[in-house]
């Protein structure tokens, strides 16, 4: 399969995964809570804070033509009132680099993670941070805007707001709180469309006019377990609470019942991104858990070591349906699997792409592929063991060695052909 010449294969990250080093976060507080669940801690991950080069180098190394790289919020703003331009500048450094090897840098300015100010004073529940959030906003754009072009404000509000107001594992560990789980929406979608705004105006008055703004969303399928009426109703109602409100109103500006917020009707996405995964199979209930739909897995499925349904003809499924919806460019901003002895990512990737190369010969505008993930790291509140690499990485010694996967991943990109993968290579 030829990928058009002009398609962007690459690699991604988040700035907590990696950077490690970091106290002044809500990640570091629960990993000292001991609510990792393999024990390992936040501060560890992979050290990148000080091997900025030596990760570079890796990207150099898998042909990459983009990275997706996070900045971390509690870094740059360690307090309300003090912005931290040592560490600026350590970003810019890295972005140079990364230029410098050809990798375009696709930036993530929030990634699940915020500074403790912000949520000792009630995180996104409180209307403020949308104000500090627009000024990290407007401090990192001014900073590094003349490097950047290409932005991802927010990664995933869905899935943040799942486990932290709803099923209680990430912080603040708050259980069936639906009520802020729709507070929050409300919250992250005006944040989204004034960090739209904000970075365009701030780019446009630095004389560049090639800005591309959007959200990382985490998209799932949901199809009906058993074909029955209350499984469809349930899949209508968790398409609409866990995809629709934060996709429609972080796309065009619409908000939908029962979120409310202030922003506008207009355009707010250069692109959609679309992190994907796995499926669910839906079985309809009334309980009020997993917001009305319990889900399963589909019986005698491939799955990945988190028990993740492998199920690439999704991708195909949700490409298709968001360009129809959205007549935007998709870009896939995270696929990948947790595989710790690298026995199926190489298929993984193929069968991926295969549906990737379907959607684009449909003419779908795919135009962008980021593997999840660049190399073994701090995977949330499954810790350091959940293994999602395409380098293994050795915790203790901050080792890094290329998985096989990896390497046909590398040749990928250097071709842009995709070939089966071969495991007896
Ligand atoms: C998140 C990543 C995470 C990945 C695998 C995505 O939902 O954006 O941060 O590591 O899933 O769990």
Known sequence: MKFPHNFLFGSATAALHIEGGDKNNNWYRWSEMGRIKDGTHSVVACDHWNRIDQDVALVKNLNNHTYRLGIEWSRIMPSENEIDYEALKKYRYEIEELIK???????????FCQPLWIEDSGGWMNPKTIEHFLKLTDVVVNY?????????????????????????????????DIKSYIKGAGHFITAHQKAYDTIHSIRKSLGYHDTNVGVAHHVRVLDPL???????????????????????????????????????????????????????????????????????????????????????????????????????????????????????????????????????????????????????NFEWAEGNSARFGLYHNDFDTQVRTIRESG?????????RVVEPFDSSI
């Open 101 to 111: 090897i050809n990798a375009k840098p696709l930036v993530t300015l929030w990634h």
């Open 407 to 415: 390497k046909y991943y590398a040749e990928i990109c250097k071709r």
């Open 144 to 176: 590094l805007g003349d490097l950047v072009s290409d932005w991802i404000t927010l990664n995933e509000p869905n899935v943040y707001l799942t486990f932290a107001y709803v099923e209680g594992e990430w912080p603040p560990g708050k259980q069936g």
């Open 226 to 376: 058993n074909n029955r009426w209350l499984d469809r109703q349930s899949i209508k109602l968790m398409n609409r609470m866990f995809h629709d409100i934060f996709i429609e109103g972080m796309t065009t500006g619409k908000v939908l019942f029962p979120v409310k917020s202030d922003v506008k009707r207009k355009h707010c996405a250069d692109f959609i991104g679309l992190n994907y995964y796995s499926r669910d199979m839906i079985k309809g209930c009334w309980k009020p858990i997993e917001l009305f739909g319990e889900r399963l897995l589909k019986a005698g499925c491939s799955v990945n070591e988190l028990e993740w349904e492998i199920y690439p003809e999704g991708l195909y499924r949700l490409c298709k349906h968001y360009y129809e919806k959205y007549n935007l460019p998709i870009y896939i901003t995270e696929n990948g699997t947790c595989d710790s002895r690298d026995a199926f990512r190489g298929k993984f990737i193929f069968d991926h792409l295969t549906q990737v190369h379907k959607a684009i010969s449909e003419g779908i505008d795919v135009q962008r592929y980021y593997h999840w993930t660049l190399m073994d």
